[in-house]
T-cell receptor
Framework: AQTVTQSQPEMSVQEAETVTLSCTYD???????LFWYKQPPSRQMILVIR??????QNATENRFSVNFQKAAKSFSLKISDSQLGDAAMYFC?????????????????FGKGTKLSVIP | DTGVSQDPRHKITKRGQNVTFRCDPI?????LYWYRQTLGQGPEFLTY????????KSRLLSDRFSAERPKGSFSTLEIQRTEQGDSAMYLC???????????????FGPGTRLTVT
């Protein structure tokens, strides 16, 4: 079974600074997807960034980028120029890759999350 | 596209009572998921529907839990004889599967927070 570990329960960052959130995972599969989701207080979870395991290039979405180290099974999220609106719980998640038939549930396996605070 | 909606947003019930939650997915999404999130934890998979068929259930889904998705549209999750350990946030997500031309990206609803007293 796949597991996802987030070893930082809480992090804080000064506004406009950069912060990196850590995530490690365990899987025996060679192809899969990794995600970072953001869950603001009392609001729904939204997708921040996605990485496909077969792609060597690290994904980037505006101020958000990942450092994907497949051999080390590490998937960290870097937030640049942090803003007050970035304050939230951040969850790392794993999902298996698509099969040719598309069969199966493709559910997400989540870590426990990291609570990010942004200091004005 | 109005997103995934869930009702109610909050539910307080006494131990032993039955509760039912509703999820309305994004209209064209054929896949629907239920997750449970307890305090300090990430969401954990409960069950999944492809159209109206419930195709997978996790071991977390005890026999007091039942989920339906009639006509492949909205879904309900019922918990019978609630226990204090059922207190959690129940999240619904929907996606478009490969069979429908999608890429399985899951979109989450705001959740229903259940408190069992």
């Amino acid at each position: 079974a796949q597991t996802v570990t987030q070893s930082q329960p809480e992090m804080s960052v000064q506004e406009a600074e950069t912060v990196t959130l850590s995530c490690t995972y365990d899987t025996s599969e060679s192809d899969y997807y990794l995600f970072w989701y953001k869950q603001p207080p009392s609001r729904q979870m939204i997708l921040v960034i996605r990485q496909e395991a077969y792609k060597q290039q690290n994904a980037t979405e505006n101020r958000f980028s990942v450092n994907f180290q497949k051999a080390a099974k590490s998937f960290s999220l870097k937030i640049s120029d942090s803003q007050l609106g970035d304050a939230a719980m951040y969850f790392c998640a794993y999902r298996r890759a698509r099969s040719l038939s598309g069969a199966g549930s493709y559910q997400l396996t989540f870590g426990k999350g990291t609570k990010l605070s942004v200091i004005p | 596209d109005t997103g995934v909606s869930q009702d109610p947003r909050h539910k307080i019930t006494k131990r032993g009572q039955n509760v039912t939650f509703r999820c309305d997915p994004i209209s064209e999404h054929n896949r629907l998921y239920w997750y449970r999130q307890t305090l300090g934890q990430g969401p954990e998979f409960l069950t999944y529907f492809q159209n109206e068929a419930q195709l997978e259930k996790s071991r977390l889904l005890s026999d007091r839990f039942s989920a339906e998705r009639p006509k492949g549209s909205f879904s309900t999750l019922e918990i019978q004889r609630t226990e204090q350990g059922d207190s959690a946030m129940y999240l619904c997500a929907s996606s478009l599967g490969l069979e429908a031309g999608g890429a399985y990206e899951q979109y989450f609803g705001p959740g229903t927070r259940l408190t069992v007293t």
